[in-house]
């Protein structure tokens, strides 16, 4: 089949299976450009599929050549459907990473179960004995309680008041007004449940009481502050909530791993960039596409892989941490620089469809989003009639 892509509300619903593995193959040729560090030998990634997730993956693999175990939600292919972009970039991880002789694994299910983390845990004690990192990046919209039973769903609602914004519309590369509703208790409460830190917390204490852990163990999850211009609709949304509980987490968790294991619970602040979930969140796509254009002037504006390389090299396996007053990790560093931050909030408040192109690098926060799914590189040919069942008879252990 020919594949283009369908952008539906901001969703792209298909994906391009080459266009995946360019997109792992070119974060794997940045890390294997830059210098091998010393890190983690086995390494669980719970959401390692896109995104940041898929980042750490590649930085530690190809950094400092870590075994790595994935755990993550996917679509297969199935007829004229693609499947979803982290199928196929679990794939071509593989790929790669057999090719360069690395160790790996991928579980692909429901993370939040106690069937999946006994899986992997079984496979852990089988293959690695004890693992020596963890990294949480999962990214779901809902969650079911694996001792409960009970299913919960998150929502991206503001707090106390409706606000009121833009945001961008892909297809027509356009400014949109959007509102964006205050939450109900509830709504707050179902967010944290999802996106907060009580599945970190279970996997963790879950491979503790399996004796899982080595000596040294630390585990990150990565968290998202963005700047005041943001924080009604994010930090001080539900969103921003759920966050806080997995800075809550940690803290909990903290002291725990320091006596047991001489290890340590991290929280990390990313960068905004281009991922399927930031570009579904009400008005953050403006803040995302006037940030890009800044950034990238000023020559600090940085990928997923950059980033995540740049963590694990210099601060959580290097000498060259930047912590915050609440222990947090902070690569988002460059972009909360207090003058790229009063640039961004001046465009934001003129900012329309006549400047838009002038004001925002609108059609690099759009690429980057088509990126994700396997599109707009330009040595991918999208006219080529792309063989599904072939490509499909990769095997996916």
């Not at 990390?268 to 006037?290: E, L, M, R, W």
């Amino acid at each position: 089949m020919i594949i283009k892509p369908v952008i539906k509300n901001n969703i792209c619903i298909r994906v391009h299976p080459l266009g995946c593995k360019e997109n792992v193959k070119r974060q794997i040729e940045y890390v294997e450009s830059q210098e091998s560090f010393k890190g983690p030998k086995n390494v669980l990634i719970i959401g390692g599929s896109s995104g940041y997730g898929l980042a750490s993956r590649i930085s530690l693999g190809f950094g400092c050549k870590s075994n790595t175990i994935n755990v993550s939600f996917e679509v297969e292919p199935k007829k004229n459907k693609t499947g979803t972009a982290g199928w196929w970039n679990n794939v071509y991880f593989q790929h790669y990473a057999k090719k360069a002789g690395l160790k790996y694994k991928d579980f692909v299910g429901d993370a939040f179960s106690l069937e999946m983390k006994d899986q992997v845990m079984t496979y852990i004690k089988k293959e690695y004995g004890k693992i020596d990192l963890l990294i949480y990046s999962l990214a779901s919209n809902r969650r079911t309680d694996p001792y409960t039973g009970e299913t919960y769903i998150s929502t991206l609602k503001s707090i106390n008041k409706e606000v009121k914004g833009y945001t961008i519309d892909i297809n027509n590369e356009l400014l949109k007004e959007e509102k964006m509703e205050a939450a109900t208790p509830e709504e707050i409460q179902n967010t944290i449940k999802v996106m907060g830190g009580e599945d970190w917390k279970i996997w963790i204490d879950m491979l503790d009481e399996a004796d899982l852990l080595n000596e040294g163990f630390k585990t990150v999850a990565y968290t998202y502050l963005g700047s005041p211009a943001t924080y009604e609709i994010y930090h001080h949304g539900t969103i921003g909530m759920a966050k806080n509980h997995l800075d809550e987490t940690a803290a909990v968790m903290n002291p725990i791993l320091k006596k047991k294991y001489n290890g340590e619970a991290l929280i990390s602040a990313s960068k905004a960039i281009v991922t399927k979930a930031s570009v579904y969140i009400p008005i953050f796509p403006v803040y995302g596409a006037i940030l890009y254009k800044l950034m990238k002037e000023a020559g600090t504006h940085e990928g997923e892989i950059e980033q995540k390389y740049r963590l694990f090299k210099d601060m959580i396996y290097g000498e060259q941490p930047i912590i915050d007053e609440v222990n947090r990790l902070r690569p988002d560093n460059l972009e909360q620089d207090e003058q790229l931050q009063e640039k961004v909030k001046e465009i934001l408040a003129n900012i329309n469809n006549e400047n838009l192109h002038e004001l925002s690098d609108i059609k690099g926060f759009i690429s980057d989003f088509m990126k994700i799914n396997g599109f707009d590189f330009e040595n991918v040919d999208y006219n080529e009639d792309v063989d599904m069942d072939a490509l499909s008879e990769i095997e996916l252990i």
